[in-house]
């Protein structure tokens, strides 16, 4: 078998669910990591179905999105399972895993843009540790276009922001009764664990937001799984729009 590699843009949050799967089932992997909006020429170039990243050759096979992925290193690698054998539980991993790949990571995305587009020198932190072939003062310097157009496909408008962090207390709140009810943060990590926790340890790489989620249940999981995320974002955001959380 060829040796795995991991296509990813540094500091993703999906891209480090992949990779940790990876990791989990001890499948030995080369990880190319892929500047935005140069990422879809690239993947494009590679015969990648769409333009995302986390995109995974193994074996022979193009698989794409942290869930099928997540479904593949599970047939190829059955040990350690990243579902429950119980069918109830493996019923409410799948809904936490859902959760995270459809509702959860894209609002976390759009604040990350939103808060580069107004300070670009924390990209430097972000790209700590990546694999870009690129020295990292040259892609922030350069990064300008790059952010510009991030933003801008991931719709991250001041509008779409507030209403993401509205949303961000309930979100928690569902977050830590998962973990109250043993869906997530069990003895074994799983597939939503590893959903989850990359987009909780993204936001509390916000100063904004860390002081909001740190010492809840669900910031403490995403330190159990991932706990050197990259990077650091000064605070930025309006108070307005951070009142939410305060109550
Ligand atoms: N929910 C999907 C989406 C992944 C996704 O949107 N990844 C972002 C990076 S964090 C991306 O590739 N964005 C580039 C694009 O949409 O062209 C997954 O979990 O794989």
Redesign the pocket.
Known sequence: MDQAKLY??PA????F??ALMLDAKSIPFKRVDLL??V??VVLKGLGFP?????ALKIDGRKV??????ARELDRVQPEPPLLPDDPALREQVLAAEKF???DL??PV?QIIWWLLKRNGQPMASYLEGSHTGIPVAVAVKTAWPLVEG?SR??KATDENVKAVLAALPDQLDLLDAWIAEGVLDGEQLNAADY?VATSIALAMTFGDLRPFIEDRPIGKLAKRVIPDYPGSMPPALPAAWLEPLKS
């Open positions: 990813n843009i993703s949050h999906p891209g669910t992949a935005p909006v990422h879809k769409a333009a995302t990243v986390p794409q999105g942290t869930v099928a992925i995270g790949d459809e990571q894209h995305r991030a496909y991931n959903q």
